[in-house]
T-cell receptor
């Protein structure tokens, strides 16, 4: 499967625990984006990364959330001390460098906070 | 005010019907426009880009009216497989290329 790979697909955490979501972009894509979809809401941009660089994190909550895309390995979205309001579907997308608007999304990671 | 507004529906139509969805965007600096499709509990997928001159892809026709900041999608001869949520999406001048603003989506159900 040469598509965007996300794992885990489903994650259950209790309040106060940490959640780590992983994303491997499509082969040949160097740009990774994270979006969040809250229940009954549209997708919201969180962060845009390239290898070893955070390009735009203006959509990230100021606290508890962080993202990275190391030189080797997948991109990671980390949520510390999760709260119930963090329950959502987190989608990773990738694109080639010159793309405007065509993002290729992974199947998403659904986080449930108990 | 939301960047992108859509009628959430749901739209319930019989097979073979023609259905139209509308969308408005608030930022006049929006530069690129798209319709994405999202099946239930799945990821969004690009359906088509929307060009100023309007464009057609098989049974799907997209129109853009920059003066009114309005985008539409027309589906002709609906199929059962068209049942999905249709997302209106824009990109704004000066923002990150892949930073897209999504509407909440319009839900379509096509029944036999």
């Amino acid at each position: 499967n040469a598509g965007v790979m996300q794992n885990p697909r489903h994650l259950v955490r209790r309040r106060g625990q940490e959640a780590r979501l992983r994303c491997s972009p499509m082969k040949g894509h160097s740009h990774v984006y994270w979006y969040r979809q809250l229940p009954e809401e549209g997708l919201k941009f969180m962060v845009y990364l390239q290898k070893e660089n955070i390009i735009d994190e203006s959509g990230m909550p100021k606290e508890r959330f962080s993202a990275e895309f190391p030189k080797e390995g997948p991109s990671i979205l980390r949520i510390q001390q999760v709260v119930r309001g963090d329950s959502a579907a987190y989608f990773c997308a990738s694109s080639p460098p010159t793309s405007i608007g065509e993002l290729f999304f992974g199947e998403g990671s659904r986080l449930t906070v108990l | 005010r939301k960047e992108v507004e859509q009628d959430p529906g749901p739209f319930n139509v019989p097979e073979g019907a023609t259905v139209a969805f509308n969308c408005t965007y608030s930022n006049s600096a929006s530069q690129s426009f798209f319709w994405y499709r999202q099946d239930c509990r799945k990821e969004p997928k690009l359906l088509m880009s929307v060009y100023s001159s309007g464009n057609e892809d098989g049974r799907f026709t997209a129109q853009l009216n920059r003066a009114s900041q309005y985008i539409s999608l027309l589906i002709r001869d609906s199929k059962l497989s068209d049942s999905a949520t249709y997302l209106c999406v824009v990109n704004v001048v000066g923002s990150t290329l892949g930073r897209l603003y999504f509407g909440r989506g319009t839900q379509l159900t096509v029944w036999p």
